[in-house]
């Protein structure tokens, strides 16, 4: 069906922009100047205000890990973005290809391990009994699996990108499906506890820690909570556009509408970037609300679990 794509995957008989349409691509368009450099330009920003942020010396030894993962996760957009200006200027640039492929596929992977490691914290802050796990597990169990799926990710879009044939490319695509579905579960299960969390929070007030009662109370830690649920959902929704793009295969006709990838691919992942940059857990959960400032989380936890079971 797609047989005009081998010419694409074989550098000594492919098309050039000078003797294909861009519909002869991959992709089987010129990608979008102007949503492009909106883009590029909202990740740049974003990178940069993560790092601004997370090196503030009151937020920098509470949010290093939020920060270095939302700054890689940006800085990998910006990579993936500039291959699609790439792409705007050569519809089949190999290099830009390449970028494209393995770049914008993994770098929301960074975003949610940034979301799993935050909802620790609350847990930790709040009430850590009322969790179905101990606060730590959800930065050890949810960013392993987090890890699995960009190594899968990485592995298949690279892989995909240098592939030879279309065996080779479909091995490829068939990894990143797996990495995709790694992360599509990973997020289900953990909004589904977050969510049991959440319930467990506002049916047992009595059981909450005293010394956060402010920082249950302040609108800022409010808008901070909704922050982090539009952006994983913002994270969920793209990572389901994608399984279902790479599942129709190199070429599909989704994989080939410009207009899903910006609505549900760019423009979810932005969004995500821009509340979490805006809500900054270090300005909107600040640690002096949090009622555990001079331990470390493990600490505070192993306490409070063994104050339980003494009860």
Excluded at 75 to 99: C, H, Q, T
Excluded at 211 to 231: I, Y
Excluded at 287 to 309: D, F, M, N, Q, W
Aim: charged share 15%; with cysteine; proline share 5%.
């Amino acid at each position: 069906m797609y047989t005009h794509l081998y010419a694409r995957l074989d550098p000594n008989q492919g098309c050039t922009k000078q003797t294909c349409d861009p519909i002869w691509s991959i992709y089987g368009y010129r990608p979008s100047l102007p949503f492009t450099l909106l883009f590029l330009t909202i990740f740049a920003l974003s990178a940069i205000a993560f790092l601004i942020q997370g090196l503030h010396p009151r937020t920098r030894s509470k949010t290093w890990f939020f920060t270095t993962a939302m700054t890689i996760g940006s800085s990998s957009e910006v990579l993936g973005y500039i291959a699609k200006l790439l792409l705007y200027n050569d519809p089949f640039s190999d290099l830009g290809f390449k970028m494209n492929v393995v770049l914008l596929t993994f770098a929301p992977a960074f975003y949610a391990a940034a979301i799993y490691a935050t909802l620790a914290q609350i847990c930790l802050a709040i009430a850590p009994e009322l969790s179905r796990l101990r606060p730590r597990l959800y930065t050890r169990i949810f960013i392993s699996c987090d890890v699995v799926s960009i190594i899968l990710q990485a592995a298949g879009g690279g892989i995909a990108s240098a592939a030879p044939d279309f065996h080779v490319l479909e091995i490829g695509d068939n990894i990143m499906i797996a990495g995709l579905a790694t992360q599509v579960a990973t997020l289900l299960v953990f909004g589904v506890l977050a969510a049991d969390y959440a319930y467990a929070v506002y049916k047992n007030q009595e059981s909450l820690r005293p010394a956060t009662a402010e920082l249950r109370r302040s609108w800022r830690f409010k808008a901070f909570v909704t922050a982090l649920w539009v952006a994983y959902l913002g994270i969920q929704i793209r990572c389901c556009y994608r399984v279902a793009e790479l599942c129709e295969g190199w070429g599909s006709p989704t994989m080939r509408n410009q207009g899903l990838f910006i609505g549900l691919d760019s423009l979810p992942v932005g969004v995500a970037a821009v509340v979490l940059n805006v809500c900054h857990p270090g300005w909107w959960f600040p640690v002096e609300l949090r009622g555990v400032e001079g331990r470390s989380h493990s600490e505070v936890v192993e306490v409070e679990v063994e104050e339980k079971a003494k009860v």
